[in-house]
């Protein structure tokens, strides 16, 4: 079992970044694939990026590719989201989320979910 809580959400002009941390709970969190994905109201989940257990490989949407960097901290529980140069379509509601399949980007690959953190870009 492992349980997620994600912070440092907030809001922000267009360009600017913030950095998502999710904590983890459960002494299975350093064997699993973790991932981020958003969701904007009236749309549908979408996947953001992923990191497998020893944080040594990572995919990313096309859509925050080389703005966005994942990293994981196994020791500290910890896993975060960099994101820079922010832009009005990156906001949502972001979700981290744990699971045992290798590097998914699909929210059914994913077997625990924390309960969001809200990011709003302004123009």
């Known amino acids: 079992q492992v349980q997620l809580v994600e912070s440092g959400g907030g809001l922000v002009q267009a360009g600017d970044s913030l950095r998502l941390s999710c904590a983890a709970s459960?002494?299975?969190?350093?064997?699993?694939?973790m991932g981020w994905f958003r969701q904007a109201p009236g749309k549908e989940r979408e996947f953001v990026a992923t990191?497998?257990?020893?944080?040594?490989?990572?995919i990313y949407a096309d859509s925050v590719k080389g703005r966005f960097t994942i990293s994981r901290n196994n020791a500290k529980n910890t896993m975060y989201l960099q994101m820079n140069s922010l832009k009005p379509e990156d906001t949502a509601v972001y979700y981290c989320?744990?699971?045992?399949?290798?590097?998914?980007?699909?929210?059914?690959?994913?077997?625990?979910w924390g309960q969001g953190t809200q990011v709003t870009v302004s123009s």
């Open positions: 990191i497998n257990w020893s944080g040594s490989s990572t």
């Open positions: 989320a744990a699971g045992s399949r290798w590097l998914g980007s699909r929210p059914y690959e994913y077997d625990y």
């Open positions: 459960g002494r299975t969190f350093s064997s699993n694939t």
